[in-house]
C-alpha cells in the first residue's frame, strides 16, 4: 500500500520560512517524479513544483520560483520543499504527488496545513 505523509506546515508570519516534508512507503520511491500541489481555500489544486527522480530537473511555477525550493533524499524516500520569503497567497493545503512520469501523478498524500499570517 503506498503512503504519502506531509509534515512540516504550521502558521508563520509573511516573509518567514517553513520546510515540507514528504515520507513515501509502500513504492520504489527512486522510481518516482515527486510533485507538491497546494489548494488555497475556495480554490482548486494547483501545481507548484516537480523534481526528477534522480533530482537533476526541478520544475517550479512562476510565482514560487527564486522563493521555494524542491529536493528528494532516495535514500530516506523523503521528499522537501524549502519555503521562503513566504506570502500570504502562499497559504493553502500543500500536497506531495508521486508519478511513474514526471507531471502525471499516481499517488497523492492527504496534505499539510500552511498559513501565512501577514
Known amino acids: 500500500q503506498v503512503q504519502l505523509v506531509e509534515s512540516g506546515g504550521g502558521l508563520v508570519q509573511a516573509g518567514g520560512s517553513l520546510r515540507l516534508s514528504c515520507a513515501a512507503s509502500?513504492?520504489?520511491?527512486?522510481?518516482?517524479?515527486m510533485g507538491w500541489f497546494r489548494q488555497a481555500p475556495g480554490k482548486e489544486r494547483e501545481f507548484v513544483t516537480d523534481?526528477?527522480?534522480?533530482?537533476?530537473?526541478?520544475y517550479y511555477t512562476d510565482s514560487v520560483k527564486g522563493r521555494f525550493t524542491i529536493s528528494r533524499d532516495n535514500a530516506k524516500n523523503t521528499v522537501y520543499l524549502q519555503m521562503n520569503s513566504l506570502k500570504p497567497e502562499d497559504t493553502g493545503v500543500y500536497y506531495c504527488?508521486?508519478?511513474?512520469?514526471?507531471?502525471?501523478?499516481?499517488?497523492w498524500g492527504q496534505g499539510t496545513q500552511v498559513t501565512i499570517s501577514s
Open positions: 523534481i526528477a527522480w534522480n533530482g537533476d530537473n526541478t
Open positions: 504527488a508521486a508519478g511513474l512520469k514526471r507531471f502525471k501523478y499516481n499517488y
Open positions: 509502500g513504492l520504489t520511491f527512486r522510481s518516482y517524479a
